[in-house]
């Protein structure tokens, strides 16, 4: 997984080289483990976005946070160019038996 992400961060570039500047996607939330996908790629888990951050562009992107026996958290969220960081809390609830 730390290689998807790691792939996302380098696709977006470098400020500098032509490419826009990115934005930090920041995320607080639970359970830690769960799998956190943006734009139909993967890129870690819940506790690795919170300690790193993912780049994105500017622009919309679908943020989707999933684990076995929770509802799942999908959301929308706007990147946009000369913001340093967007910050989203995930909170998922458990699936009642």
């Known amino acids: 997984m ?3 992400a790691f792939l996302l961060l380098v696709a977006c570039g470098a400020p500098g080289n ?3 500047a990115t934005t930090s996607l ?3 939330g639970s359970p ?3 799998r956190v996908v943006v734009d139909d790629q993967i890129v870690g888990t819940l506790d690795m976005v919170q300690a790193r951050g993912v780049a994105m562009p500017p622009g919309n992107h679908r ?3 999933e684990r076995e026996g929770f509802f799942p958290f999908d959301t929308i969220v706007e990147a946009k160019e000369g913001d340093k960081f967007v ?3 995930a909170k998922l609830v458990p699936i009642p038996d």
Request: net charge positive; glycine share 6%.
């Open 26 to 28: 920041r995320m607080t």
């Open 87 to 89: 910050h989203l809390e």
């Open 63 to 65: 943020v989707t946070v």
């Open 32 to 34: 830690a483990d769960a």
């Open 2 to 4: 730390k290689s998807l």
């Open 18 to 20: 032509g490419a826009k």
